[in-house]
């Protein structure tokens, strides 16, 4: 089982910049896609974005394209998600997330496709 540690959130104004990073342990973190989720109060966790294991794929949500890009480093065992532009309704909790059953190496886009999780980093966007 992957542990994951996610770090980087922070209060920023609106149009700023910042880049979470999520750390791995575990091996197989260089063979299994990693998404980003968030979740803002009295919503439902919603998908930000994945990249698949060799970094060769992306896919990023509707309301974030353009705006956030997600890499990775399989060699320090760490995932980003650079955010620019900020605006307020980007304000959540931001969770990563990896893929550990069936098709793990590839992106998905649902929460039920990740077995592993971090305990988030919170976000906070000021207009």
């Known amino acids: 089982q992957e542990e994951l540690v996610e770090s980087g959130g922070g209060l920023v104004q609106a149009g700023d910049s910042l880049q979470p990073h999520c750390v791995a342990s575990?091996?197989?973190?260089?063979?299994?896609?990693m998404g980003w989720f968030r979740q803002a109060p009295g919503k439902e966790r919603e998908f930000v974005g994945c990249?698949?294991?060799?970094?060769?794929?992306?896919v990023l949500s509707d309301s974030v394209k353009g705006r956030f890009t997600i890499s990775r480093d399989n060699a320090k065992n760490t995932a980003y998600l650079q955010m620019n532009s900020l605006k307020p309704e980007d304000a959540a909790v931001y969770y990563c997330?990896?893929?550990?059953?069936?098709?793990?190496?590839?992106?998905?886009?649902?929460?039920?496709?990740?077995?592993?999780w971090g305990h988030g980093t919170q976000v906070t966007v000021s207009s």
């Open positions: 997330a990896a893929r550990t059953s069936t098709n793990y190496f590839n992106v998905a886009t649902k929460p039920e496709d990740f077995g592993s």
């Open positions: 575990g091996r197989r973190f260089i063979t299994a896609a």
């Open positions: 990249i698949n294991w060799n970094g060769g794929t992306t």
